[in-house]
């Protein structure tokens, strides 16, 4: 986030710019009821609480973000429990991976080898921040591989 009044709005339209969607969504963490596939509307649409990273330490913020896929046809979880609303996800990366361009799959990775899949007609997705920030409770930790 820019700064705690300049919320961040990004659209992806190619893998490359996912990865930077996928940078700022980075340790962002989401419980399994603010997250729905509507295929009716070929949706498939979350709010997480995200870290943001471009922040100094000492001013660790979280801000309440909407992510949203268009043109999706299907959606496959493993290591999500859809019926456990309450279960809280840590997301650690989003990619796409082109099949029959411009069709392929998005694949939302998390914390605890969990994972949703999403089946894109094209790569249409778009985040944006819903308010203001708030003081991270911790900063998120990586260990080093």
């Not at 997250?35 to 498939?44: D, H, I, N, S, V």
Request: aromatic letters at 6%.
């Amino acid at each position: 986030m820019a700064g705690a009044s300049d919320p961040l709005k990004l659209i992806a339209l190619d893998a490359e710019d996912l990865a930077v969607v996928s940078a700022h969504l980075q340790d962002a963490v989401s419980k399994v009821a603010d997250m729905a596939y509507l295929p009716g509307e070929k949706r498939f649409a979350m709010v997480v609480n995200r870290f943001d990273w471009s922040c100094p330490e000492e001013q660790d913020l979280r801000c309440r973000t909407g992510v949203h896929f268009n043109r999706v046809l299907a959606a496959r979880t493993r290591g999500v429990d859809l019926n456990d609303a309450a279960m809280v996800l840590n997301l650690l990366a989003v990619e796409f991976e082109e099949r029959d361009a411009p069709s392929g799959q998005v694949t939302l990775f998390f914390s605890g080898d969990a994972a949703i899949q999403l089946d894109v007609e094209v790569l249409e997705a778009a985040m944006s921040d819903l308010g203001p920030a708030w003081t991270a409770k911790k900063r998120p930790k990586h260990e080093a591989s």
